[in-house]
């Protein structure tokens, strides 16, 4: 079970088409006109509720700012790769995980996917992030619908993504060739490496082409989470001069 807090994250959560909200929490007494908000909404869903002590609401944060509520959610519904493909709108964009390992990321990710309209994001089972409350509340309610797909291994589902036309573009920050040189008209998929040491090595070999984003000043590279939002606004910008952007 995840757990979602913050005003914000559990307004998402309740608005969240899809989103399975099993229990909402509010800090007894606590007068806010947004939890009251909340609590309509909470009831309008017919979502239990509990009001309890801020110190109860504190344990079940780990001390994280909760800003009085606190809610349940079964853990983020996933499927697999295929029935997210089939899904995908022509001309076809996901992200492909590496060993994101802070949950932080992996929720800005999953929040940046959703944002920029990509149609999924495939993370492994193993060598990931759990999906968990932190990566629900860093996505700021948008792992609520955002579609994510498991995979065991991350070759077979590169090989999976290829058979099914889609060319895979490793971002690495060493690559020599700049994001924008890249043509994102196609089907694509991004693939972005872990916080350390990037894309693992036989997944690199399986990239079609590798790509960086150019960086100006003393810091090397780019956090996973900013490279990922710059990458898909990338896309986003060439499919739109094009015309080719998503049909629904």
């Given amino acids: 079970m ?17 989103a399975r909200v099993e229990r909402v929490s509010v800090e007894r007494g606590r007068r806010n006109p947004r939890l009251r908000e909340i609590v309509e909404l909470a009831r309008g869903r017919r979502v239990p509720i509990a009001f309890e002590e801020r110190a109860w609401l504190d344990r079940k944060a ?21 029935d997210l493909l089939a899904q995908a709108r022509a001309p076809g964009l996901v992200l492909v995980l590496d060993g994101i390992e802070d949950p932080h990321n992996l929720g800005a990710i999953l929040r940046s996917a959703e944002v920029a309209g990509a149609d999924g994001v495939l993370v492994p089972r193993r060598r990931s992030a759990g999906l968990t409350g932190s990566v629900v509340k860093a996505s700021a309610g948008a792992a609520a619908h955002v579609r994510v797909a498991r995979f065991g291994n991350t070759v077979a589902a590169l090989e999976l993504l290829k058979a099914k036309g889609y060319w895979i573009a490793g971002l690495q920050a060493e690559a020599p060739r700049p994001l924008w040189e890249a043509d994102f008209t196609v089907p694509t998929a991004l693939v972005l490496g872990g916080e350390g040491g990037g894309l693992h090595r036989l997944v690199r070999e399986r990239c079609d082409f590798l790509v960086g984003i150019p960086v100006r000043g003393r810091v090397s590279s780019h956090n996973v989470s900013v490279a990922a939002g710059i990458a898909l606004y990338e896309v986003l910008r060439q499919r739109e001069r094009a015309g080719s952007s998503p049909q629904t």
Avoid: K, P, S
């Avoid at 757990?3 to 994250?9: D, E, S």
């Avoid at 079964?74 to 790769?81: H, L, S």
């Fill in 62 to 82: 780990g001390g994280e700012r909760h800003q009085g509520v606190v809610c349940q959610l079964a853990e983020i519904e996933t499927g697999d790769v295929e």
């Fill in 2 to 18: 995840a757990l979602v807090y913050g005003i914000n994250a559990v307004l998402e959560a309740l608005q969240a088409r899809g």
